[in-house]
């Protein structure tokens, strides 16, 4: 596995060769089991991010290689001028999961997924869209516009036209900038980038009425809600708020990259033969790749494990009663620690030093999104080590 390289050799040659969009990364990472990461120095973590709720099934799920390397095998690769069975088979599996009467297009991430759902809602023959401060939706010019963090687009102005931004949560704010000329209204069910925001009980439902009675779509972006990170298959579901369109991807492909868009009713409709297409969407590998993660989601009654695992993680922390912590929220394995001070970062750099991944979204909240295979076991692991993570941190921050 490892080249005789360390940490410090990847970093040099990565600094010589790579733009710099994302810095520097401290580590390099080589091999994965399951939960657990192995860097390039041969030092062991426990994954709690899964390459940011990516990795539903562990590093390197036997059943998952095997299902990649027999498609590869069979047939790796068609293009959309041709049908790709598992593709079809993976969109029924989906279609079931949501529970309604739909169609599914594929695409190859997150940010396409919802650039793809924007020029969908510009179908409806309205033009407005409606999007969440602080939300995340990605980095192509589409979704950057409806990515609700101005410093994240204002490098790249002028934005497509046409996006309004109203604080998450405020069901009044919603209600007055939703008008007869608003094309789609596009949510997180729980905010991930920002620092996992959980909204009022009541909003998803509000959103759903409020869209339903102006004509407008309602798009959930459940790029990094779905696939059974929060606890239910899909996010929505434990709202009970069903959206005409769905964005997904992360955990969808187990560590593949695919995107899927979901659409029920008229909005299922809407694309023409022509008008939006990729040449990875739907391929047989990906596809069969996430085919194999719904399965073993089911065989291994992950939603449930998944909600089990996530509340007793939530519970440790709570019972530390540390008052470096504020308190937690999410929902089943995606967690947010939110802090009584600024020392996320610091907290994120003392947990890596002890064999933790975990990152900052924000400077005051720790997040959590590890494979959804995580036991319990190896949740309270990180629990007991926290109170020293955010001493460390806190000494960090003050020296
Ligand atoms: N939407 C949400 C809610 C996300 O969290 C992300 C990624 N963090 C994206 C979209 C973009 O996905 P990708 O990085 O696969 O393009």
């Known amino acids: 596995m490892t080249t005789g390289e360390t940490t410090q050799d990847w970093q040099r040659r990565w600094s010589a060769v790579m733009m710099n969009n994302y810095g520097t990364p401290p580590v390099a990472l080589v091999g994965g089991a399951g939960a657990i990461v192995t860097d390039a120095d041969g030092k062991t973590y426990l994954d709690l991010l899964g390459g940011i709720a990516v990795n539903a099934l562990g590093h390197g799920d036997p059943t998952m290689a095997a299902a990649i390397a027999s498609q590869f095998e069979t047939l790796g690769h068609t293009s959309n001028l041709y ?6 088979e993976l969109a029924e599996r989906l279609l079931d999961k949501f529970g309604h009467p739909g169609r599914v297009m594929f695409c190859n991430s997150g ?9 969908l809602a510009r179908l409806t023959g309205r033009s407005q869209i409606v ?38 949560g405020d069901v009044a704010e919603l209600d007055a900038a939703v008008t007869d000329q ?18 009022p009980a009541d909003y998803l439902a509000a959103a759903r ?5 102006r004509g407008a779509l309602l798009i959930f972006d459940e790029v990094q809600t779905g696939i059974a990170r929060t606890g239910t298959f899909f996010a929505h579901q434990s709202a009970g708020v069903v959206p005409d369109v769905m964005t997904l991807a992360k955990g969808l492909g187990g560590g593949l990259p695919i995107g899927a868009v979901i659409a029920a009713g008229e909005a299922a409709d809407l694309f023409q033969p022509g ?16 085919l194999s993660v719904l399965n073993r989601i089911d065989d291994l009654d992950l939603c449930n494990h998944v909600a089990a695992v996530g509340k007793s993680i939530v519970a440790g922390i709570e019972e530390l009663a540390n008052p470096a912590i504020d308190h937690v929220r999410g929902s089943g394995l995606l967690i947010g620690i939110v802090l009584t001070s600024d020392i996320a970062k610091e907290t994120e750099l003392a947990a890596r030093e002890v064999g933790f991944l975990i990152n900052a979204p924000a400077p005051d909240v720790l ?23 955010l001493h460390a941190a806190a000494q960090g921050a003050n020296s």
């Open 275 to 290: 008008m939006h297409g990729t040449t990875f969407g739907g391929n047989p590998v990906c596809t069969a790749a996430a």
């Open 111 to 119: 940010t396409e997924a919802n650039e793809a759902a924007f020029k």
């Open 367 to 389: 997040r959590l999104a590890p494979p959804l295979i995580l036991t319990e076991e190896q949740g309270a692991t990180f629990v007991a080590a926290l109170p020293k993570l």
């Open 182 to 199: 608003t094309a789609a209204v596009i949510l997180e069910p729980i905010m991930g980038e920002s620092g996992v925001i959980v909204p």
């Open 131 to 168: 999007a969440a401060e602080k939300a995340f939706h990605g980095r192509t010019m589409g979704a950057l516009a409806m990515t609700g963090q101005p410093a994240k687009r204002e490098p790249f102005e002028p934005m497509p036209a046409g996006v309004h931004f109203v604080t998450y």
């Open 83 to 88: 049908i790709s069975p598992p593709g079809v």
């Open 209 to 213: 009425k409020i869209t339903a009675d």
